[in-house]
């Protein structure tokens, strides 16, 4: 049995057991391995993937509920004007330690500014929320927020 | 030790590649690096590399620890870069002509007389490489930019960035363990059913005692098998984990007790007399606390019958080998192990027990390489904890109000979890898979760490000047968790002990508490640490409570200065406004990744003091994901300033672990400061600020 994804754009045929959650087969099946496996419970942030635009979580859903939706990982937000612009911000504020939080944090922030341009210090916080940084990186992540939406 | 500059230094297709045994965590040491090899070579930075840290090939330098990469690694290669240049210059001299003198370097070339045009530095390099390393080369110390990007930030933030995780290499096997519910819990039988249906699927499933796991060609898959084996398993808990109440368990009567003097312990010195009548007493806790990784820990293994091959984020991988070597009764040479990223660890996380599952695992599927990742249960429930602890003090003061005399004793547990090989097979017994096995060995029983500074007594003696002091540690060897090697190890602590116990005396006597300090310290570093503080905050209001703390981490590193303005909202709950930091680490190497280091620092703590404490019952460990166990989140952040003090003239000192303890401290006397609550347990819940208040 097959699924159809798309995923950056393109359209994705999937053998993986539907009931999958959808980070396995980003990673396993389809060698995507920029979205990152931090828990598998929907609570910190790592396995973050934008879904017709909105932030969401790949840890726990199922494969099969992501069919006829527009997924972008990380690997393709350099494709769009937004998320090359957070990436770039987050390059020049350096907002990262280890960088596992990076993928997802990437993917918020390009999820966030793409629906409110121009967020305020507390809304951005609120919004990252559900994102955990173990290393501190926070204070620098809020600044790459700032330089991003100033760049638009 | 004599080294050649080639233990540090390696020239390939016109770049400079850069030897270590210092793996990067997140510190950024790899960029520190390539600063100092860029500030003695003036090689621009797309010309130098940081080799992978391998036991097959990387110079052994420990265990990446204690904030001594930049002092131990940084200083080695300062030293054999400035010994290459001392040789280029001469080469150059010698081929074209002037004295090295007259020789000047930029952008990775020589320029001087006698040659038409600059000739590149590493094209003189040749034998300069076989060169013994002299210390006393002279050194440059001077870069052409200020601003060095992080290595690695653009693949990080494209999803590029590999993580050991990440690894993928034909016919690899995914791999995931069946945990037993606690360390005393052993395995009677799994259901057969599940097992054999598990095997027809065409799962492999290893067991080795209680030891068990499942592996497959597809991770979810594996994933799942893992959870139907573990509703399979049939466990005797044994007696299942102490209740008590661990607070309790840490007493001196409990404990192996030493005098320190001069920050190390010393068995032939007699336990001096508690202080007669202190004019001041308190007792100061902190309950176990996790490394709490964001990605759970993981390895890649691969046997093929006489070499075993292990990727890991291990800080330790010479440490590690032998370890593994030990337990499987092989010669270490058949053992390489090379590290690759993990996620930020701050210690001695599940890495190095991960590393050796997957050996078990691989061993057990020969010539077939295993990828095991933990399960956030796994590390939240199994990685070896920061150990709990307490910090008694009690002191007097003279009638001008100076402290006269002073004493602490620090109670806790061990942080030297660490799988370093030693008599009676340590390194195996540290190990926690080896506690499960047919043959099981471990736990290894807590040793006394006497180095200065070491342990429980890191940070126990406070910098101030007071005449008369008085020094015990205390460590309790038989706590119900397994515990090792936690950021600051005892400093965190004892400072957040210490600087609170400042904070309780000044205000007693009516002193302002950064000015008591001050009027304690001679260090000018010291003071003009806390004199920048002081200026930075006439500037701006106290908004709420705030508290300030200081510290020097082992007394002899980076000098670290914070304050802290807080607010408790209608809920009894914290809100972090803000926080400024004043550091002195010597001279400045990687100024914004000094920054991140004290920041991050900062965060880590701040979580500590916010959220952070392990809890257990009898049928195991509590704290078993991010609900059960929380840390803080984006919405605790507060504005934090940092503010450096370059000493160009003084060696550059490690700073990862210098900001904890202060912080804790600054936190817990900025919520005294808002409400009157002198917090002396961590961490500061809710529920914590209104039990204390219905105590009072």
Known sequence: ?152 | MTERVSDRLRIREGKLLIRTGKVDIGQRISTALAIIAHEELTLPFDRIEVLPVTTADSPDEGVTSGSNSIEQSGGALRAAAATLRGHVLSEAAARYGGTPGDWSLAEGMLIGPGANRPVPVLDLAGTGLELTVTDDAPTRYRRDTDVVPMLGIAQMVTGEHRFVHDYEVPDMLHARIIRPPHAHARLRGIDISTSEKIEDEGLFIHRDGSFLAVAGPAEWPVVRAAQRLANACDWDPGEGLPEDDIFERLTPDRAIRLAVKNGIPDKDIAIPPPLESPDFAARYERPFTMHGALAPSAALASWDGRRLEIVTHSQGIHVLRDAVAESLGLDSRNVVLTHAPGSGCYGHNGADDAAFEAALIAISIPCTPVLLKWSREDEHAWEPYGTAGAVELAARVDQDGRLASFSAEAIGGTFRGRPRAGKDRTGARKLIANQFRKKPEGPAPAVPNMNPQGGLQRNLDPVYDIPETRYVKNLVPDLPLRTSALRCLGAALNVFAIEGFIDEIAHARGSEPLRFRKAHLGDPRALAVLDRLEELLGDRPASGGRGIAYGQYKNSMTRVAIAVDLDLDETARIRLRNATIVADAGRIIDRDGLTAQLQGGFLQAASWALHEAVTWDRDGVASRDWDSYPVLRFEDVPDIDVSLIDRPDDPSAGAGEAAPGPTLAAIGNAVFDACGLRMRRLPFRPDDLRAAALAQ
Do not use: W
């Not at chain 1, 045929?13 to 598998?40: M, N, Q």
């Not at chain 1, 690997?75 to 020049?92: M, P, Y």
């Open chain 1, 1 to 152: 049995m097959t699924l159809t994804l798309k995923i950056n754009g393109e359209q994705r045929e999937v053998t993986s057991d539907p009931e999958t959650p959808l980070v396995y087969v980003l990673r396993d099946e389809l060698k995507l391995k920029g979205t990152r496996l931090g828990c598998g419970l929907e609570q910190c942030g790592t396995c973050a993937v934008l879904v017709d635009g909105e932030p969401t979580l790949s840890c726990v859903s199922p494969v099969a509920s992501f069919e006829g939706k527009e997924i972008t990982t990380i690997e393709g937000l350099a494709a769009t004007e937004v998320g090359a612009r957070v990436q770039a911000a987050f390059v020049e504020a350096t907002a990262a330690q280890c960088g596992y939080c990076t993928s997802g944090l990437v993917v918020a922030v390009t999820g966030l500014l793409a629906r409110n341009p121009d967020p305020d210090r507390e809304t951005a916080k609120r919004e990252l929320t559900p994102h955990l940084c173990r290393c501190g990186s926070h204070p620098r992540v809020l600044r790459a927020v700032e330089i991003a939406s100033r760049r638009a």
